[in-house]
């Protein structure tokens, strides 16, 4: 599967903004969807994960409450809406997909920048 994610950039802090990762295949509905993020200096870390069908989701502690996770098999897409931004949430967000453990993901798409500015 390949991966495109889109819909970063530049944000206030409290504002908004929706992320979107499109996929290529016929077999989307077979991977797990996780969503990643990279501050500079840190280590990558997953902020969100979807099942198969959309029916178990998981979210890191600091962003429970303001990012949801979702997916739509039909249009191989997943979305992840951000809201009440805050300035650590900066960091550049990449989509990833694997049949079984999205937290050891095998495909990852490019990454896409978010700025949330204080």
């Known amino acids: 599967v390949q991966l495109q994610a889109s819909g970063g950039g530049l944000v206030q802090a409290g504002g908004s903004l929706r992320l979107s990762c499109a996929a290529s295949g016929r077999t989307f509905s077979s991977y797990r969807m996780g969503w990643f993020r990279q501050a500079p200096g840190k280590e990558r870390e997953l902020v969100a994960a979807?099942?198969?069908?959309?029916?178990?989701?998981y979210y890191a502690d600091s962003v429970k409450a303001r990012f949801t996770i979702s997916r739509d098999n039909a249009k191989n897409t997943v979305t992840l809406q951000m809201n009440s931004l805050k300035p650590e949430d900066t960091a550049v967000y990449y989509c990833?997909?694997?049949?079984?453990?999205?937290?050891?993901?095998?495909?990852w798409g490019q990454g896409t920048l978010v700025t949330v500015s204080s």
């Open positions: 979807i099942s198969w069908r959309g029916g178990t989701v």
């Open positions: 990833a997909a694997d049949p079984s453990n999205v937290a050891t993901a095998h495909y």
